[in-house]
Nanobody, 124 residues
Framework: QVQLVESGGGSVQVGDSLRLSCTAS????????TGWFRQTPGKEREFVAA????????HYADSVKGRFTISRDNGKNTVYLQMNSLNTEDTAVYYC?????????????????WGQGTQVTVSS
């Protein structure tokens, strides 16, 4: 199996930037599509961004498009989520996920492996 560990979360203010990292162990991520989801208590987990195993252009939720950028470094077995212009609606636990996915990159059910999450809190 793949173990995923997120890091980089924290408490910031509106307008700040933050970069989340997700590092895999157990197996390489080089052949996996990876994504980021987020969840606030009382709400369903929602898609944030995804990137294919080879990189290329990311896929983004409309709510973060233009503000967030997903990238990956296969040599470091790490996926990143650069978050700019954060607002209070971005407050959530952010999860990285990986899977051998050929479609439905925005679907939670498509991903096999999940990290424990990292808290992002944005205050005004």
């Amino acid at each position: 199996q793949v173990q995923l560990v997120e890091s980089g979360g924290g408490s910031v203010q509106v307008g700040d930037s933050l970069r989340l990292s997700c590092t895999a162990s157990g197996r390489t991520l080089s052949t996996y599509t990876t994504g980021w989801f987020r969840q606030t208590p009382g709400k369903e987990r929602e898609f944030v961004a995804a990137i294919s195993w080879y990189g290329g252009n990311g896929h983004y939720a409309d709510s973060v498009k233009g503000r967030f950028t997903i990238s990956r470094d296969n040599g470091k077995n790490t996926v990143y989520l650069q978050m700019n212009s954060l607002n209070t609606e971005d407050t959530a636990v952010y999860y990285c996920a990986a899977g051998n996915i050929y479609s439905n990159l925005r679907s939670e059910s498509a991903y096999e492996y999940w990290g424990q999450g990292t808290q992002v809190t944005v205050s005004s």
